[in-house]
């Protein structure tokens, strides 16, 4: 089992970026499948999770309506697109997966695999 997140960069407050996050040895459908971002200095923050098969996504209140998860069962990846950008939003993103639906306040319940982060710079 892997995962991948991308999509990362520099954006100007007010933008937009799309983050990917590609699977490996399992197939998404299946899993619940969340992201979670980490700032300089802070603790590890769940912001998204999509349950599995068509099931229901949920966020962090800090990005409702600015963030939306996707999942792309043909391509086997999961995405993040990410509007309106601010500077608090500047962290490492990773995607994890869990079993089939998301648990915990924070989505990190039963999180059992993560990928590598994916820096998010938004500039002011």
């Known amino acids: 089992v892997q995962l991948q997140a991308s999509g990362g960069g520099l954006v100007q407050a007010g933008g937009s970026l799309r983050l990917s996050c590609a699977a490996s040895?399992?197939?998404?459908?299946?899993?619940?499948i969340g992201w979670f971002r980490q700032a300089p200095g802070k603790e590890r923050e769940g912001v998204s999770c999509i349950d599995n098969r068509g099931g229901s996504t949920y966020y962090v209140d800090s990005v409702k309506g600015r963030f939306t998860i996707s999942r792309d069962k043909s391509m086997n990846m999961v995405y993040l697109q990410m509007n309106s950008l601010t500077p608090d939003d500047t962290a490492v993103y990773y995607c994890a997966r869990g079993g089939p639906w998301c648990r915990g306040s924070s989505f990190d319940g039963g999180m059992e695999y993560w990928g590598k982060g994916t820096l998010v710079t938004v500039s002011s």
């Open positions: 040895g399992f197939n998404v459908n299946y899993y619940a």
